[in-house]
């Protein structure tokens, strides 16, 4: 299948400070990217979506000034947690979107673990 | 609206028992279905997918047909390894949704050796 890296695998930060995931698609063009939210032992919970070149279309209740999202190109799309605060702690998961002829698979990145101390 | 609705685990089973998770459905359209499988501390994998009634998705021993009379997408497989143990997801996406995926709860699966 697909393959969909993230960086970085887990980061801890002040709160008040901001912290950027990468996202990347090794060997398709992701031309839609999707993040999503997992709280432990909980369900993933899409955020956000972003196409490349346009603006990421958010989820009702997703602050978009809070978590900005940049699809710049067909391999990769970065988050970017603003004024990162201890209730923005959680594990951050992004999905590709491949095109097929009649649906769309999505492959997803191992996961960023976020800690806001 | 559109939803999955999934078993509610853990479930906990010995190495070599028949697994079966149910996984049931609500959607608007004609939609695609996913299993997602989760191992402790990573994203999410590809397990297998059908994307028309009657299609059968299997992959490493495991299989899903999709039912539409019964709006249903069990997972299944003869027999489990400890290293099956994850979270499995159940998910759908419909064509005109740009490939959003909606997921079900997950069921945690723990099998004992």
């Known amino acids: 299948g697909a393959v969909v890296s993230q960086h970085p695998s887990w980061v801890i930060c002040k709160s008040g400070t901001s912290v950027k995931i990468e996202c990347r698609s090794l060997?398709?063009?992701?031309?839609?990217m999707f993040w999503y939210r997992q709280f432990p032992k909980q369900s993933l919970m899409l955020m956000a979506t972003s196409n490349e070149g346009s603006k990421a279309t958010y989820e009702q209740g997703v602050e978009k000034d809070k978590f900005l999202i940049n699809h710049a190109s067909l391999t990769l799309s970065t988050l970017t947690v603003t004024s990162a605060h201890p209730e923005d702690s959680s594990f951050y998961i992004c999905?590709?979107?491949?095109?097929?002829?009649?649906?769309?698979?999505?492959?997803f990145g191992p996961g960023t673990r976020l800690t806001v101390l | 609206g559109d939803s999955v609705t999934q078993m509610e685990g853990p479930v906990t089973l010995s190495e070599e028992a028949f697994l079966t998770i149910n996984c049931t459905y609500t959607?608007?359209?004609?939609?695609?279905l996913f299993w997602y499988v989760q191992y402790p501390g990573e994203g999410l994998q590809l397990l297998l997918k059908?994307?028309?009634?009657?299609d059968k998705g299997s992959n490493k021993g495991f299989e899903a047909t999709y039912r539409k009379e019964t709006t249903s997408f069990h997972l299944e497989k003869g027999s489990v390894q400890v290293s099956d143990s994850a979270v499995y997801f159940c998910?759908?996406?419909?064509?005109?949704?740009?490939?959003?995926?909606?997921f079900g709860q997950g069921t945690e699966l723990s099998v004992k050796p």
């Open positions: 959607a608007t359209g004609y939609p695609s």
């Open positions: 060997d398709f063009q992701a031309t839609t």
């Open positions: 059908a994307t028309k009634a009657d």
């Open positions: 999905g590709g979107g491949e095109r097929g002829s009649f649906t769309d698979t999505q492959y």
């Open positions: 998910a759908l996406t419909l064509y005109n949704q740009g490939g959003k995926l909606i």
